[in-house]
């Protein structure tokens, strides 16, 4: 009888929740697409998954973000978003998906289709959003790095609520549930904002490396570890103090660090150097004599450059993804640099050992990559990756100018995936293709181009084979929740 009680009220809680989310904002991205999912997968409300933000290469074409669930390896739903995205964040529930345009779309992210997603539009003297990050709060802070500013989006009325002036050019904020601050890297500044999220106070700015880009904040809130690509070094801060307490070389031109709880080390990708860096950010004492700082831990040696690096929850593993993308590559200007992203590795380090083990191929355009929190999976973007269309298949549908059955040519149209690694055996999954469809590596596809995209005749062949809409590429993974 209990149990009946708490399956009953656990019904009506969630069709509260829905109702709420649905007022919470009366401009909603439109033209969501829940995707089936095939018999055998029990999943109804997945516990987690591998988000999947894609751009829309023709102009003024709207984004998507693709969800795939853990638990069943499917894709249980597509949602259309704004223009331009350029970067995803979360809090413990909800999404934020930042547009060029001056947009910013959040839903729950583990119900994608549930509700459209709401769309917070930014202030005009807000400009050029990049990227943001969640504070103790669950509120959003965004960095707009045209206008040296930072936005806070409430998650409770999905409204801006304030701006905070910072440095030159921010484009990352670190942020953190145990914390009750947020950092702010001012790439054109060579400093970091520190605010209070109590009242939006600036208690202090801290000089860090050259051209930062990025940071991680350790999983207790006590460090953050910024990144600096012009100096190739890592600036230590004690959050307590507000200060650096050290300054540790690694590679040539990192762009991204991941920070690996389990182990308590800080991993940095270097895009300039076939290698990354392992920081050693456990058991720092600033009054033991001589001082225990963080510090170098070892450089790993890869088959070549890294773009993005991920640690498996367990800690016994880490996966680089081998982008070959140009050295200064990050995540202001990944969209740009897709295109030259031709490398289609992804590298396996011992997280004992500390060394390269192997490396698994995917397709082309290898730029992110991320671990699902039970270790068992690893999401690798494939930005360039290719599939064949095989013409023979629609052809019956020709009706007119053509020849029934008539079979025609197989057009390659550029195409980008993600690929999952199975880490038990190292084997990239195959999900099931439409027979229509190659694909020349094991991977998921993305969406077509826009959900309002009307397929096209072909005019070479004069007949009634479609032509798919232009394909969207992916260039960021995040894990979800």
Known sequence: MISRYKAVWLVLLTAMTVALVAGCNDSLRQFILPVPQPGGDPCVVCLAHAM???????????????????????????????????FVGKNNNRVFVTNSDNTVDSYIGLVP????????????????PIAGAASSTGNYYLANSGSGTVSEISSGSLAVIATVPVGTQPVAV????????????????????????????????????????????????????????????????????????????????????FFDVKNQR?????TGSSNVSVLKANDID???????????LATVTLTSAPTSVTVLADGTRAYAALGGCPAGTNHTNIQANLAACTGNLVSEVDGIALKEVKTITIGPGA???????????????SSNDTMVVRDNVHAPNCTANCLPGAVLPDRTFATPSLSIVRTATDTVFQPPTDPSVVSLVPSFIAPQQDFKCVAAIDPTFNSKVPLPCPIQ????????P
Do not use: E
Not at 286 to 296: G, H, K, T
Not at 473 to 480: E, T
């Open 52 to 86: 999947v933000l894609s751009t829309n290469p023709a102009a003024g074409g709207q984004g998507s973000a693709m969800h795939i669930d853990v638990l069943g390896d499917t894709n249980v739903g597509i949602v259309s978003i704004g223009t331009g995205p350029v």
């Open 266 to 270: 800080v991993w940095v990708s270097n």
């Open 367 to 381: 730029v992110a990559i991320d671990s699902s929190t039970d270790s068992s999976r690893v999401y690798a973007i």
């Open 473 to 480: 590429k992916p260039f960021m993974v995040r894990m979800l």
């Open 174 to 257: 670190v942020g953190s549930p145990n914390n009750s601050k947020i950092y702010v890297v001012n790439h054109g500044s060579n400093n970091v904002t520190v605010i209070s999220t109590t009242d939006n106070t600036v208690t202090g700015s801290i000089a860090v490396g050259t051209a930062p880009v990025w940071g991680v904040m350790s999983n207790d809130g006590s460090h953050v570890y910024i990144v600096n690509q012009g100096s190739g070094t890592v600036s230590a801060i004690d959050t307590l103090l507000d200060i650096v307490i050290a300054t540790i070389p690694v590679g040539t031109s990192p762009n991204f660090a």
């Open 113 to 128: 289709t549930a509700t459209n997603p709401s769309i917070v539009t930014l202030p005009a003297t807000s400009t050029t």
């Open 286 to 296: 600033l009054a033991a004599v001589p001082q225990i700082l963080p510090r170098l």
